[in-house]
């Protein structure tokens, strides 16, 4: 395997230097962190599914028009994306009360929300990724006005599109995180959807038991993780043929 330079390291994923200027690898490791990475632990084979969970997301929303860096697949662990410039935020979208939310207001985990809520968290482990407003994101600059109707334009149809898609195969979307990227074009910038979309950073409930189908399985113990993620996938008609099997990563260059 060729030697790839090294970009960065991040909790789930390492991104190498893509092939093309402008262009990314994506690997997804097995690696599972909690609680601000408190707490860390393996879950055999999610680097694949979600790899594959991620590809299958990003495609669709495509479909419909929704722009992202993902470009393709390159192999079980590895996806090829555009390089953007993320933006320092961590959009979350919740539909049902769960986690955080029931903590901070005291609002019973499963409690259906009025509407569809979105928060915004700055992106910084040090600071253990602080909720923020409008205001600071506007006044810190980043980002505009005009960048924030637009990310929740694109949040709000990523969310009845994905809610719908997963309530057709017996999952229902309790809340999820989303980030956006820029890019320039001519020079003229876009706002893409970026990072990936999975069991690691969604919160998926079995519609009729309201078994737990995300890392929640691992924050909180309950066991069988694995076959979580991989009955999302399988409910998604995308669980790889071959089965789970691990594959060596990307050699990097020092």
Request: charged share 30%; proline share 4%; with cysteine.
């Amino acid at each position: 395997m060729a030697r790839r330079r090294q970009l960065y390291e991040g909790k789930a994923k390492i991104l190498f230097e893509g092939p093309e200027p402008g262009t990314i690898v994506q690997y997804f490791k097995d690696d599972a962190t909690a609680f601000n990475a408190q707490k860390k632990g393996t879950i055999t084979g999610k680097g694949v599914l979600n790899n594959r969970i991620s590809e299958y997301l990003m495609t669709r929303l495509a479909e419909i028009g929704i722009p992202t860096h993902f470009i393709r697949r390159l192999n079980m662990r590895e996806q090829l994306v555009r390089e953007v410039e993320i933006i320092p935020l961590e959009v979350v979208v919740r539909n049902v009360a769960a986690g955080s939310l029931s903590t901070r207001l005291g609002i019973q985990e499963g409690t259906r929300l009025p509407r569809s809520i979105i928060e915004y968290y700055y992106k910084n482990d040090g600071l253990q990724d602080p909720m923020v407003s409008e205001e600071h994101i506007t006044a810190f600059g980043w980002a505009s006005t005009q960048d924030i109707d637009e990310i929740v334009q694109m949040t709000l149809r990523v969310n009845d599109f994905l809610s719908g898609l997963l309530l057709g195969v017996g999952i229902v979307l309790v809340d999820f995180k989303l980030e956006f990227g820029r890019i320039w074009e001519n020079d003229e910038m876009r706002l893409v959807l970026a990072d990936e979309i999975s069991p690691d950073n969604c919160r998926l409930w079995d519609a009729k038991t309201g078994e737990k189908m995300d890392k929640d399985r691992f924050r909180r113990d309950l066991g069988k993780v694995e076959e979580a993620y991989q009955e999302v996938a399988r409910r998604l008609g995308i669980l790889p043929e071959a089965g789970i099997r691990d594959l060596k990563g990307p050699e990097t260059m020092q």
